[in-house]
Nanobody
């Protein structure tokens, strides 16, 4: 299993980023997928998820600022983040629900104030 996240970077508060994560070694279209993040000194937390039917859910901290989507043809999950805040600074990972697969390296998002 490989979960390769990309698209992170350094952005000013109020800016936007689109994260991507390509999955290999899993039956992607048969799995609910999710984004997680881990800030320095904090536990990893769930951010958003998209089911195999396209139903989406969001953590309260990102609701109305984030959009999660998937492209089964590309085995890819996306996270569009708008109006970024310094507290969004973290390493972002994708995985199945409850982190059922091996974790990839993630992509660093840093939001400056």
């Amino acid at each position: 299993v490989q979960l390769q996240a990309s698209g992170g970077g350094l952005v000013q508060a109020g800016g936007s980023l689109r994260l991507s994560c390509v999955a290999s070694g899993i039956f992607f279209s048969l799995n609910d997928m999710a984004w997680y993040r881990q800030a320095p000194g904090k536990q990893r937390e769930w951010v958003a998820s998209v089911s195999i039917t396209g139903h989406t859910d969001y953590a309260d901290s990102v609701k109305d600022r984030a959009t999660v989507s998937r492209d089964n043809a590309k085995n890819t999950i996306y996270l569009q983040m708008n109006n970024l805040k310094p507290e969004d600074t973290a390493v972002y990972y994708c995985n199945g629900l409850c982190g059922k697969f091996s974790w990839g390296q993630g992509t660093q998002v840093t939001v400056s104030s």
